[in-house]
């Protein structure tokens, strides 16, 4: 597919701007430690993709090539990158008011963001406590619900609840509520003991099991588990709806509304981690809003701020508020981060915020996610394809090595890092997690742009499962 320059007229000198690419990744190489990353598989394995701007689902790199971003650069990404009105209201605020300590001080971004988020989020929250990212939002929940029942005289509850196959972040307190071997084992060790409760992925049904209904076994098993340890739990806290590192595992939303009465019925709370799936992922705005609970803990970041800032923001009721008001200091809630509340953040959540009115983004949402499931329905007949599933804008698609027994392949084989290469060699941003090729575009992505993502992604998945 030819698509036209980011900026007209780009430099046509492609052997120069090749030079260009290749000499910058030597020097960041020399220097630079990327995450997520064993850096040994740089270059030779790993390629590294110098990018020097984006534009709507568009990243173009030091030596003109371009790729579509399908990933949504770790789901951060919601209308398109450097998105003018975004960009705008950052600039605007930055020419007034770049920062302010947020102890004993206010500013208009955030209050008018706290404002706007209690207005969009599930009917009972309250009140709007802001970290800088997602890890650090998860600390704040965790922190706030263990303190709050211990001012109201249950200090035993020390325990939390999280899912297999979850995961929250990777800062220790979040990290240790989290269940991907991958990014856990190591630092084992140092990590708070969650009591870990069976996941409700769908993907894990019994034959012939529906969704819901297995969504409902797994809920009993809950159940079981806060029985088994009657007052000791502070919390449960779960991704609603799709479990997206553990490899977009989705489950049937009678779960939340399950695990919101359980929860109640034992006296702790619930922490929704929306981090990922906020902002319009999952079809709503909330996930929550599917399963109609309201979380005591709503966590958000990645599209909080339409991509452009690390921002996050902690979201609670009234009822966790009114156990930290006290004559005693150390009652209330003395977590502080330097960049809590920053301007700059605030204001261009409160200009995404704006554009999901403005151009009625869920609305168009439902056509686009009705586009990408017409286009990726062939894959479901591939021999290596064990399962197909969306929710809303998140679209995955599980490599096996046998669908009928659905045996992995061999994680040695890194399967998902041969779709990768391919993909990136055609343009495309596709970042499979494991052997899980998943679609996360940015909303503004157009039909031509999922048809080329639909074709690249035919081609990839043929050479990740070949012989
Ligand atoms: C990404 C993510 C986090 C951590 O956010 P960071 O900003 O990367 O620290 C936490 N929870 C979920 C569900 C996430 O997807």
């Given amino acids: 597919m030819t698509q036209p320059p980011l900026v007209p007229g780009a430099d046509p000198d492609t052997a120069r701007q090749r030079a260009e690419a290749q000499a910058w990744r030597d020097r960041d190489l020399a220097v630079v430690w990327h995450p997520c990353t064993q850096m040994k598989e740089h270059p030779h394995t790993l390629p590294l993709v110098p990018i020097r701007r984006g534009r709507g689902a568009w990243l173009e790199g030091v030596d003109g090539t371009r790729y579509l971003d399908a990933v949504s650069s770790w789901w951060t990404n919601l209308f398109g990158h450097a998105e003018p009105r975004i960009a705008d209201a950052i600039a605007a605020q930055a020419h007034e008011l770049e920062h302010v300590i947020y102890a004993g001080f206010s500013h208009a971004p955030g209050l008018a963001l706290a404002e706007a988020l209690l207005a969009k989020a599930p009917p009972g929250l309250a009140r709007v406590f802001y970290g800088d990212n997602g890890?650090?939002?998860?600390?704040?929940?965790?922190?706030?619900?263990?303190?709050?029942?211990?001012?109201?005289?249950?200090?035993?509850?020390?325990?939390?609840?999280?899912?297999?196959?979850?995961?929250?972040?990777?800062?220790?307190?979040?990290?240790?509520?989290?269940?991907?071997?991958?990014?856990?084992?190591?630092?084992?060790?140092?990590?708070?003991?969650?009591?870990?409760?069976?996941?409700?992925?769908?993907?894990?049904?019994?034959?012939?099991?529906?969704a819901e209904a297995c969504a409902l076994r797994r809920a009993g098993q809950l159940a079981d588990l806060f029985a088994a340890h009657e007052g000791q739990v502070c919390a449960l806290i779960l991704e609603p709806l799709v479990q997206c590192a553990g490899g977009m595992r989705m489950h049937h939303p009678a779960y939340l509304r399950r695990a919101r009465e359980i929860c109640d019925a034992h006296g702790a709370h619930l922490i929704a981690d929306e981090i990922a799936v906020g902002f319009g992922r999952t079809g709503t705005l909330f996930a929550c809003e599917q399963a109609g609970i309201t979380p005591d803990f709503l966590c958000l970041s990645k599209g909080l701020t339409g991509g452009f800032l690390p921002m996050s923001a902690v979201l609670t009721t009234a009822a966790?508020?009114?156990?930290?008001?006290?004559?005693?200091?150390?009652?209330?809630?003395?977590?502080?981060?330097?960049?809590?509340?920053?301007?700059?953040?605030?204001?261009?959540?409160?200009?995404?915020?704006?554009?999901?009115?403005?151009?009625?983004?869920?609305?168009?949402?439902?056509?686009?996610?009705?586009?990408?499931?017409?286009?990726?329905?062939?894959?479901?007949?591939?021999?290596?394809?064990?399962?197909?599933?969306?929710?809303?804008?998140?679209?995955?698609?599980?490599?096996?090595?046998?669908?009928?027994?659905?045996?992995?392949?061999?994680?040695?084989?890194?399967?998902?890092?041969r779709a990768y290469r391919h993909a990136l060699e055609r343009g495309v941003l596709l970042r499979p997690l494991g052997d899980v090729l998943y679609w996360m575009p940015p909303y503004c992505v157009g039909d031509a742009e999922l048809e080329h993502l639909a074709a690249v992604t035919a081609s990839a998945i043929e050479e990740a499962t070949r012989a």
């Fill in 135 to 210: 890890s650090a939002a998860v600390e704040i929940a965790l922190k706030m619900s263990f303190h709050s029942h211990a001012n109201r005289g249950q200090a035993g509850r020390t325990r939390f609840i999280a899912l297999g196959n979850g995961y929250h972040g990777e800062t220790l307190g979040a990290l240790s509520m989290g269940d991907i071997p991958l990014y856990r084992r190591v630092y084992a060790p140092l990590l708070l003991e969650p009591l870990f409760a069976p996941s409700p992925d769908a993907y894990e049904a019994e034959p012939g099991e529906s």
């Fill in 320 to 417: 966790v508020y009114d156990a930290f008001l006290d004559d005693a200091r150390e009652r209330g809630f003395l977590h502080s981060h330097s960049y809590t509340g920053n301007p700059l953040g605030c204001a261009a959540a409160l200009a995404s915020l704006a554009i999901f009115d403005s151009d009625d983004v869920l609305v168009r949402n439902r056509a686009t996610a009705a586009r990408m499931a017409a286009l990726a329905r062939p894959f479901a007949a591939h021999a290596n394809v064990a399962d197909l599933r969306q929710t809303g804008m998140i679209l995955a698609i599980e490599l096996v090595a046998d669908r009928r027994t659905r045996a992995p392949f061999p994680a040695a084989e890194r399967r998902g890092l």
